[in-house]
């Protein structure tokens, strides 16, 4: 057996030494150390050795198993080496040549629009608040004031998944759940941005999808006029120093009193034009204080806490800022359009 494993590793040095390929020094290897290769054979069979001769014999074994490895080593380090020299000999490289131009993106403009939004909010101390959009009923609509009967539950409006599943229609169950994990606590003071979906017909105006930014603040007296005053300054952050708001009295079961919010038509100043159709007034938002059964029903004293909460669609934001006139605009990925808005 001593006899045999010199003459494996006689055998497999001169052969390392004559290879010029590295494919060939892999068959090499396969050959003698590979799992049927004699010196696993010779491995197998020292069970059969006695007691004393075992170990002599399994040392010597690793030591011609060892001695072959590190050959194969040095082998194939000096075959790559050659290998590489002659691959930059054969290859040249025209170090003259212009460097290929990478397109650099920017950000969507209604990505940039909500970081703007949120910055504005940010620094009135508002924090930003984040929930799902595949909701329950019982956030989206049970815990605003939206009993099953409601009108605006009707499946014409609003992508069911079961019954009690669906794609939110607001960010307003984000408020919901804040209040219910705030437990009592006070001040809340959010705003939701996130995608919302309901079953409207796309046009120049509407989408399925679109993106909203709610807010919300609740504390012991809070009044309309914090609200007019919050909104205001959002106006002359987003829009202007010389941005006015003006408040009309509306409708939504989750507030009372309800209020539809105009700023001042940045075309004409408020003088009239064909954009604000000879009002001098564009709709921008809704708002309103937090209705009484929505604070009772997220663990709040409507007796002793107040609140307001407004709702804006982003792409409504974004529109009037930059004069886009097509909702679609924002979703068709047309390069020539986004790239309008990439020095924003």
Partial sequence: MREKLHALQSEALEMIER??????????RVKFLGKKGPITEVMRGLGQLSPEERPLMGQLVNEVREK???VMEEKQAALEAKQLEEQLASEQIDVTLP????????IHPLTRTIQTIEDIFIGLGFE?????EVEMDHYNFEMLNLPKEHPARDMQDSFYITEETLLRTHTSPVQVR???AKA???PVKIICPGKVYRRDDDDATHSHQFTQIEGLVV???IRMSDLKGILLEFAKEMFGADQKIRLRPSFFPFTEPSTEVDISCMICKGEGCRVCKETGWIEILGAGMVHPNVLRGAGYDPERY???AFGMGVERVAMLKHGVEDIRNFYTNDLRFLRQFSHL
């Avoid at 290879?19 to 090499?28: A, F, H, N």
């Avoid at 930003?128 to 799902?132: K, N, R």
Wanted: hydrophobic share 35%.
């Fill in 184 to 186: 009592g606590q006070v």
């Fill in 128 to 132: 930003v608040a984040e929930g799902p």
């Fill in 99 to 106: 460097g290929r131009t990478v397109p650099v993106g920017s």
């Fill in 306 to 308: 107040t609140g307001f």
């Fill in 68 to 70: 072959i490895q590190a």
């Fill in 219 to 221: 504390d012991e007296g």
């Fill in 178 to 180: 804040t209040l219910l």
């Fill in 19 to 28: 290879v010029t390929k590295l494919d060939d020094l892999k068959g090499i």
